[in-house]
């Protein structure tokens, strides 16, 4: 007995189970220009943005860190999608979001929230972020932070290049590091 | 078993529980059971201890959903009439299978409690509808055991 369950059902429990604050973790899959991207988002704000959307493996890792209660909600993340389309079509430079990085420790948290400061459309390198997080010579400890940054585009580590000014390394891939920088009209590398 | 992220659950179990409930009440009201049943569910899923008879859990909550919404509409249980006992089927048997193994008591409390057939409690069970057909006899010679004990 496998009585499917009717579209409009699924969608309407999600949307209440979000409404209701029953979620530790709310989550969908958006389209963007670089490809499907996961977003997931908790009460307290946008937690997870991954290139690599395979629900499965997020949701373990999402719910080892914040709760088992993980569901995809599109409804909960709109504010996310809309504020990514807005970016990706030109129209918008900061986003407005709250994030949420409880499961980030120490440094790497500092390495974050000065990451968050640096401006649309320009770069800077390594070892300049891990000096103004208070840690001058860190600069491959904020290599590890931005490989492990739980939030890129909106946490923008596509603007971290190395001290020669060459891309590097991105998380997503450099083809999508470079497609950030050029959307954001910066300089790159020729 | 480990407890899955509640999508997983979800996934997993929405089939059977609308299933259930479409038999039981009826498509329209099925569909605000069912989302109460996955709310409370939902409600209920930090304090759960182990991931094992998820199913039988959520098919628990969700008869208990359908004997609400069965109230509420004032329509008599058939299975209740003529009883002085004021608790319903599924509320004494779920006591009185309290001391079974997990499976039979599954077997038992969907059988005789929730009215299920075997082809929906082997669903439910993740097994055969003779294997829940034998769960639910031997569940029930152990209560008559028990009994007469």
């Known amino acids: 007995m496998s009585t499917s369950v009717p579209i409009a059902l699924d969608e309407r429990f999600r949307a209440a189970a979000a409404a209701e604050g029953l979620l530790d973790v709310a989550y969908d899959v958006v389209d963007s220009p670089l490809g499907p991207l996961f977003v997931a988002a908790t009460e307290r704000g946008l937690c997870r943005i991954s290139f690599d959307p395979e629900p499965d493996r997020l949701e373990e890792l999402l719910a080892r860190a914040f709760g088992r209660r993980v569901l995809r909600a599109p409804r909960a993340v709109d504010d996310v999608r809309r ?24 440094f790497h948290r500092d390495v ?14 390594y070892g ?46 450099l083809p999508r590091k470079e497609a950030l920088l050029r959307l954001e009209g910066a300089t790159l590398p020729s | ?15 059977i529980v609308f299933a259930v409930l479409a038999r039981r009440l009826g ?54 009439e003529g009883r002085t006992d004021e608790r319903p089927v599924y509320a004494q048997l779920e006591h009185l299978a309290d001391g079974l193994p997990p499976t039979e008591r599954a077997a038992v409390v969907l059988r005789y409690g ?16 003779d294997a829940a057909r034998q ?4 569940g029930v010679r152990r209560l008559r055991r028990k009994e007469t004990q």
């Open chain 1, 83 to 106: 504020e990514l389309d807005d970016y990706f079509e030109g129209r918008r430079q900061d986003f407005d979001l709250r994030v949420d990085l409880t499961a980030v420790g120490g």
């Open chain 1, 112 to 125: 974050l929230t000065e990451l968050a400061r640096v401006p649309y459309g320009r770069t800077t390198t």
């Open chain 1, 128 to 173: 300049e972020l891990a000096a103004r997080s208070g840690r001058p010579r860190a600069a491959r400890a904020v290599g590890t932070a931005m490989n492990r940054n739980p939030i890129p585009i909106v946490l923008p580590c596509h603007r971290v290049v190395g001290a020669s000014g060459k891309l590097v390394g991105y998380g997503g891939g």
């Open chain 2, 1 to 15: 078993m480990t407890i899955p992220p509640f999508e997983r659950f979800y996934e997993e179990h929405r089939g």
């Open chain 2, 27 to 80: 498509r329209p009201a099925a569909e605000d059971a069912f989302q109460e049943t996955f709310l409370r569910a939902l409600r209920a899923y930090p304090r759960l201890e182990h991931g094992d008879h998820l199913r039988a859990w959520v098919l628990t909550i969700a008869g208990r959903v359908a004997i609400d919404a069965l109230r509420r509409k004032e329509v008599p249980l058939a299975r209740d």
């Open chain 2, 114 to 129: 929730y009215d299920l057939e075997y082809a929906d409690i082997a669903d439910a069970l993740g097994s055969t509808p």
């Open chain 2, 135 to 138: 769960a639910a006899s031997s």
